[in-house]
């Protein structure tokens, strides 16, 4: 203990005297702290594994999950922060790694990510949140499409439908069909705040991507207030109609019997929606994936990233843990392992999705963000923390939630109200 | 010198205790009035904090319901706790029974049964569809998802738990009257409604007042219930202020506004408790000049 | 207890009636933890296909051995265990020291008046409005300073700290209604501080520390925001592990396992509640909250 101690004082007075950690650091034994809400489930799973491979070359890892709410996790950042003992890196995701990054001097993981040639590979948008003022900070882990369809094989039966509709008038289209067919519920949901900020980001986004850029991810006020906006919030409004009106505050896989069942028909979810209709026992003929609808005929992929910020630490184990984990999570082998786990796609655009492992659903997400990317119709989640700060995200969300539950708001009120929360969350 | 351990043994822990209470919420006031966001700063801002948390609905919205819910859930249980006293004291067969039966709810943390409530409340799964599928197929029981509705699904859930507490400290009071009393009352010829109305009841004041000090207390810092239960929906229609402070201190990240949410909160309390302190000190006044 | 003469006082239709309300309310308190064991004794499987209420088909008395000692959070797979024996060594101590530190606040407040007491007992009272999500930052600031972040002796200062607003109250006003002349005695003999409170004021405790060491070890036990935020991995308390088994978002919750691991944390403080019950009904009878 002693020594190990000793030594961290060492290099770490080293290390602050020459940024390049050089071969002093390179010899101390790598090792990683760590926190996360990943304590079970797939994400366990995942995050397990990641840290088998850690061991395997020759690491030690520390993770110590915080289940709970994100909030809990962040509860505990803060105090581990404020205890001056953070961990060498956390969970955390979309701007919070910019406003974070303020508060505590992180690692600059610039020349690991150089050397791995790793930016030209990742979303621009994505790369950006993960370089605050320039310099990496954070790396990507996994990628999830919030705009994902999934259609009930046997609602479809029932309406007598076999065509995967690929507009939102197509998507109304099916619904009054399965309405007619006597479907109850043409959409499937859950109750959760999230749920009611992904219906409505899928839509703007398929819609208009580049308005879901400049009125979302860049809080541009005519773009607040464009008709787009207000056709999104319409839309919002026909879905809201389809749902069950009973879901209350549960979580969607709730509901998913009855979706399967074909009471239920479409359900606009993330792509991890598989894994939990695949662990519930259901098949994968029992439903159709598909990407959401969009108006211009184009790919749009509305995209959510869990990620690992690198706190600054003295020890020189734990910089060299450090840039272990950076190496890891950037490799492509890796992220094929940690995303067949968990059901998402490969942060990296350039893995081979041909080989075995992988689902359907991820293979056509996996390309889809690629051409997406391709013609800037990539945008960033609102309803999972991407587009905006949390104070930002919550206030907006305010505003969808209520317009769900709330049949007497009309669309030109919403798109009133959501230009107020933006202004009074700033 | 010979008084020093009980100096010691009275006076560190007790102020321990208050400095801690009037440490922290003098550090909380502080704090709203600076543009503290995901770390406490002390750059001073006045009152904008305060006016930012008072234009937003979830503010407008919790302030209104601290009032049904902290009215509803302190009356009803202080009704549900004197039903169930005022029964068992009936020479209750299985009296011990049910008396644990009526506590347990105490025991458990909502974080478990929170999620059990929302179940039983939904209509689609709990007691509205139980009551269809046997053929009242009219019968509707949908609070939870009704914006009106919900919060009183919170005072239900919350009368469960606490109703049993309520019960014991009222049960206890009942136990302690003086027979001699009711005896007294007997002879005059009152019978059962006008013995608890006008013998009985008047001597269980004390303890009422001390359930509801408790009950008060509940209601103010309930968190966990509606977390659990409604996630403050439908939309934002359950939100309480003891939501409002955590959400904006720990998820929107604006610990000054998270601040200024917790001082409002507790300015409305002593809007509550003072003008008790000053009857009650105007009472004794007036007794100790009569 | 042996006069009940207003139940004599009830027809014998009366008392029928009594015992049909207050048994059917007693079986209708009982529904939310009997879903609670219903759920504990049924597959994942069986719960994500159908509802989450029903009876279950296959008895799958095996969640409860994989929650005990099976389950994994993150990489260790240790089940329930290890996280109950940490509860506990937080929840005991701070039980214990802070009814002891509230008995002896107490009674300094009430039997042994001081100057500034009402002051003191004022301000300590009015902590148990303060919400301890309010409390979180200011305590992280005091626990670092004190050096014992992330240790289970933090949370217990926090507990005890934290606890004496409860203690102190329950016994406080518990031993207000303790005569006077009592005192007077002792103090003739020339006991002291301490003396007086073993010989005399320990003695006639035993009902109103029940209620507090009740009310302590539930409230301490079910806590999880301080255990989580000030703890780390191994040693979080058994509400962090129950939430952990609730995957939230990528899976299906294992309901089942999840079920019988609320069933088994919340076995202490329903035993708690089983035989302190009992005595709590006695010390309130005794006249312990006024």
Known sequence: ?426 | MRRAPELLVIWVPLLLAAAHIVVFTAWTVWISFTASTLMPVSEFVGLRNYTSVLATRNWKIAFDNLFIFGGGFVAFTMLTGLLLAILIDQRIRGENVLRSIFLYPMAVSFVVTGVVWSWLLNPGMGVQKLVNDLGWAGFRFDWIVDREMAIWTIVLAGVWQAAGFAMALLLAGLRSVEPDLIKAAQIDGAGPLRMYTRVILPTLWPIMVAVLVILLQMAITTFDLVRALTGGGPGIATQLPALVVYDFMFQRGQIGRGAAAAVLMLLTLLGVLVPHALFKYARRRRAANA | ?290
């Open chain 3, 1 to 290: 207890m042996l006069e009940r003469a207003t139940s004599d006082t009830m027809p014998a239709w009366g008392r029928l009636l009594a015992h049909v309300v207050v048994w059917a309310l007693g079986l209708a308190f009982l529904v939310p933890f009997l879903v609670v064991v219903l759920n504990s004794l049924r597959t994942a499987q069986e719960i994500a296909q159908g509802s989450m209420i029903g009876w279950p088909e296959n008895w799958a008395f095996l969640n409860y051995s994989e929650a005990w000692s099976e389950f994994c959070v993150a990489q260790t797979c240790t089940g329930l265990q290890p996280f109950m024996w940490n509860s506990a060594a937080v929840t005991i101590p701070a039980t214990i020291v802070s009814t002891l530190l509230g008995a002896v606040a107490g009674y300094a407040i009430s039997l042994w008046r001081f100057r500034g007491d009402t002051w003191i007992f004022g301000l300590v009272t009015l902590g148990i409005f303060l919400p301890q999500q309010v409390r979180l930052i200011p305590w992280t600031f005091v626990l670092r300073d004190i050096g014992l972040i992330n240790t289970l002796t933090g949370l217990v200062v926090i507990h005890t700290i934290q606890g004496m607003s409860f203690t102190t109250l329950f016994c406080r006003n518990y031993y207000v209604s303790i005569p006077q002349d009592l005192m007077k005695a002792a103090r003739i003999d020339g006991a002291g501080f301490f003396r007086t409170f073993f010989r005399i004021v320990l003695p006639l405790s035993p009902p109103i520390l029940i209620v507090t060491v009740i009310w302590q070890f539930t409230h301490i036990w079910n806590e999880f925001l301080y255990g989580v935020t000030f703890t780390n991995g191994s040693q979080q308390p058994v509400t962090a592990a129950l939430i952990g088994l609730n995957a939230a978002i990528a899976d299906v919750p294992q309901y089942g396992v999840q079920s019988a691991a609320v069933v088994l944390a919340a076995l202490p403080t329903l035993l708690v509640y089983l035989f302190g019950g009992k005595y709590f009904l006695r010390g309130l009878t005794a006249g312990a909250v006024k």
């Open chain 1, 1 to 426: 203990m002693m020594s190990v101690h000793r030594r961290s004082v060492l290099a770490g007075a080293v290390g602050l005297m020459a940024a390049p950690l050089g071969a002093r650091a390179q010899a101390a034994k790598p090792r990683l702290t760590a926190i996360s809400q990943w304590s079970a489930g797939s994400d366990g799973a995942a995050i397990t594994a990641l840290g088998k491979k850690f061991e395997e070359r020759g690491g030690v890892w520390q993770h110590s999950p915080v289940p709970g709410f994100t909030t809990d996790m962040m509860n505990k950042l803060r105090a581990q922060i404020i205890s001056g003992d953070p961990p060498a890196c956390s969970q955390l995701k979309g701007p919070e790694i910019a406003a974070w990054s303020k508060i505590a001097p992180t690692v600059n993981l610039d020349a690991t990510v150089a050397a791995a040639g790793y930016e030209k590979v990742v979303a621009p948008d994505l790369a950006r949140l993960h370089k605050p003022g320039g310099k990496w900070s954070a790396l990507p882990l996994q990628v999830y499409r919030t705009n994902t369809l999934f259609l009930s094989k046997r609602a479809m039966d029932k309406a007598k439908a076999d065509k995967i509709p690929t507009t939102w008038a197509q998507f109304n289209e099916l619904g009054e069909k399965m309405k007619a067919a006597g479907v109850p519920y043409p959409v499937a949901n859950g109750g959760a705040r999230a749920d009611d900020g992904q219906k409505f980001e899928a839509v703007l986004a398929g819609i208009s991507p580049s308005v879901y850029r400049k009125a979302i991810m860049e809080l541009d006020d005519k773009a607040l207030a464009s008709p787009e906006v207000r056709a999104a919030f319409a839309q919002l409004r026909k879905i809201a109609d389809w749902m069950d009106p009973n879901t209350a505050a549960q979580h969607f896989s709730v509901f998913l019997p009855r979706f399967v069942a074909g009471e239920m028909g479409m359900l606009i979810q993330g792509g991890w929606a598989q894994g939990v209709l695949l662990n519930g026992g259901f098949k994968l003929d029992d439903f159709i994936i598909a990407p959401g609808p969009t108006d211009n005929g184009k790919p749009v992929f509305v995209l959510n990233a869990d990620a690992f910020i690198f706190w600054q630490r003295k020890e020189a184990d734990l910089q060299a843990g450090q840039k272990l984990m950076a190496e890891l999570v950037m490799m492509p082998e890796i992220q094929t392992m940690y995303s067949q786990i968990t059901g998402s796609i490969p942060v990296r655009t350039d893995v081979n999705l041909s080989g075995a492992g992988w689902s359907a659903g991820q293979v056509e997400a996996a390309r889809t963000l690629k051409e997406a990317v391709a013609i800037n119709q990539s945008v960033l989640s609102l309803a999972h923390n991407m587009a905006q700060e949390n104070g930002i995200t919550a206030a907006m969300i305010d505003v969808l939630t209520e317009f769900v539950k709330n049949k007497a708001i009309t669309p030109d009120q919403a798109v009133k109200r959501l230009g107020e929360a933006v202004a009074s969350a700033r």
